[in-house]
């Protein structure tokens, strides 16, 4: 993309690594940006050539990061037209390591989708294997997100909760004769002990989302038109 806009390109294509988007579509995506669009995706309409695992957890991952108030555009890979505007606010990111599936989305530019069917593959093998997806599908995770840390944060309150009611039930056990010598403190030691430390923890994982989007340095806005 840093070729393209020194080579004063008004737009690039990308194409997905394996080859396999139908490049036919590449006329349907410059008529979007000559009506205005930036950003043209290409989206697959058909995943039948995908396993049914790989077609089920697309759908779950696609799903988790909705949930997760991520803005992303489904069945859509790196197959993208996109303007040299965007190429030019896209340098205001300095971050290495962008997720830019997730990225685009967030830019706020007029963007069209273009559907396709992805071809068969007639060669090789896929260079997206069962430990790689999984590296992509967190690196999305903790690219768009802090949501892992305000669940950590979420679950050791609940924990705490839980240790609080046990040490309940520990007096009472005690009381009542159903435990031997030592075993109601060394319970309440190491419940009060392990609610303390995952507290302590949920509170620096706060801190650290914090300055995990303070480092980001992203862009506050996008100017897209001046008056």
């Known amino acids: 993309m840093e070729s393209a806009r020194r080579a004063g390109c008004d737009c690039i294509v990308s194409l ?32 039948s050539t995908d396993t049914p695992f790989k077609r089920n957890t697309a759908e779950m991952f696609y799903g988790f990061m909705k949930l997760l108030n991520v803005n992303m555009v489904p069945d859509h890979a790196d197959y993208r037209l996109v303007s040299s505007r965007v190429l030019e606010e896209l ?7 962008l997720f830019l599936r997730g990225l685009f989305p967030t830019l706020g530019f007029k963007t069209a989708k273009v559907y396709y069917k992805r071809q068969k593959r007639e060669a090789g093998v896929s260079k ?26 979420l679950m050791s309150i609940v924990c ?58 992203r862009p506050r806005y996008i100017i897209e038109k001046e008056i």
């Open 91 to 97: 340098r205001q990111f300095h971050e290495h390591e």
């Open 128 to 153: 997206y294997p069962l430990f790689k997806m999984i590296a992509f599908a967190w690196k999305g995770i903790t690219s768009c997100s802090v949501a892992p840390l305000r669940l950590a944060g």
């Open 160 to 217: 705490a909760l839980l240790a609080v009611i046990l040490s309940i039930r520990s007096v009472a056990c005690y009381f009542l004769g159903y435990t031997v010598s030592g075993w109601t403190s060394t319970m309440i030691v190491v419940l009060f002990l392990g609610a303390i430390q995952l507290l302590c923890l949920s509170l620096i994982g706060e801190y650290i989302a914090k300055i995990y989007t303070e480092v980001r340095n």
């Open 16 to 47: 997905d690594a394996d080859l396999q988007d139908d490049i036919s579509i590449v006329k349907n995506m410059v008529d979007e940006y000559r009506k205005g669009c930036e950003i043209v995706y290409g989206v697959r309409n058909d995943r």
